[in-house]
């Protein structure tokens, strides 16, 4: 599997993985606006095995913004699920807030997620305060945050 940034070619697929992943997945719109922002980031876990080869496999969407990089969206394709397509691109996002002289990253996570939790809390997120409802009615949100050395 390796890391690269995603173009506009590539929504297809992305957009089949966020449909796939999510009950209120972004639009086509939502990604090409984030493709179009000079302060956010779209990136790719490519498959680099056998038959899929060349498939994406999952992608993160972060916002770099006064020394912050926001993790906005992550999700993986579920042929892929299991088979450390997060942990590659979480490692690759704290690698690049790191490289990028970002102080502080942050995020939101479903209270319910705890797969989700435990991937961030195995890379040094803490769980800071709760977003009531910040999915809709019932649907919490745990604001997690990690300090970038």
């Known amino acids: 599997m390796y890391i690269r940034d995603a173009t506009y070619n590539d929504l ?7 449909r796939l992943s999510f009950a209120q997945p972004w639009s086509l719109a939502s990604f090409r606006r984030e493709l ?17 080869g060349g ?15 926001h993790i ?12 450390g397509v997060g942990t590659a691109l979480m490692a690759h996002a704290v690698a690049e807030a790191q490289t990028r002289k970002a102080t502080l990253m942050i995020l939101e996570v479903r209270r319910s997620n705890l797969e989700a939790r435990s991937l961030y809390r195995k890379f040094g997120f803490e769980e800071r305060r709760l977003r009531r409802n910040y999915y809709g009615p019932g649907e919490d ?5 990690l300090l970038v050395d």
């Open 12 to 18: 297809p697929g992305v957009l089949d993985i966020e």
């Open 36 to 52: 179009s922002l000079s302060f956010s980031r779209l990136i790719l876990a490519v498959s680099d095995e056998g038959n899929d």
């Open 55 to 69: 498939r994406i496999a999952g992608y993160l969407c972060r916002w770099l913004v006064a020394g912050e990089s």
């Open 72 to 83: 906005l969206n992550i999700a993986a394709h579920p042929d892929f699920r299991r088979r």
């Open 141 to 145: 949100a745990l604001v997690m945050e």
